[in-house]
């Protein structure tokens, strides 16, 4: 019986090049795969996810496209009684101490959920919309602590200009209510 000449070496090199190809991990899922996209700003509930995803993403600037530029942040008046916190402060100060926290802990140290409930969506006609009694948690890992942050915040959201095409929403105030 004859042979055809180099039909072997073909095989030998098919079955090694499967061997290797089968060893190999490119058709497994990347070990850190990149992360969800972030939530469109198109809703007030659209911006409320886009904080926590800037957060649970360290993401400074996809947090400072999430405020508006007239934003108001007002402390639990607990916080301000005991220890000295201003009433409230302003968009600067805001991303200041939200880029602090950012750099002061390794990547993924940072977890942000928040519980929206039974909240209505706006209407066609409604350019401000208060999402309120969010439940939320903060936590966030240092290399020897844990702190963890939790209670109820209150948003006003407005709305102004387009993000692709569709009605833009802000967050424009947040009152903290510590639980």
Known sequence: MKRAPGKLPLFISQVLILGILGSCDIFLPPKNPPPNPP????????????????????????????????????????????HGTPDSWGYDDELAATQNLFDSVDEGAITLTMELGDQREP?????????????????VVTWDVTY?????????TRKEGLWRGQPRWWLWKWW???G
């Open 123 to 139: 209407g066609p006609g409604d350019d401000e919309w208060d999402l309120n009694g969010v439940d939320y948690l903060l936590v």
């Open 39 to 82: 939530p469109e700003p198109t809703s007030p509930a659209g911006v409320v996810r886009g904080i926590e995803w800037a957060y649970n993403n360290q993401d400074i600037n996809y947090y400072t496209q999430m405020l508006d530029p007239d934003f108001t942040f007002y402390f639990d008046r607990r916080d301000v009684q005991d």
């Open 148 to 156: 963890r942050a939790d209670g109820f915040a209150n948003f006003t």
């Open 176 to 178: 903290d209510i510590a």
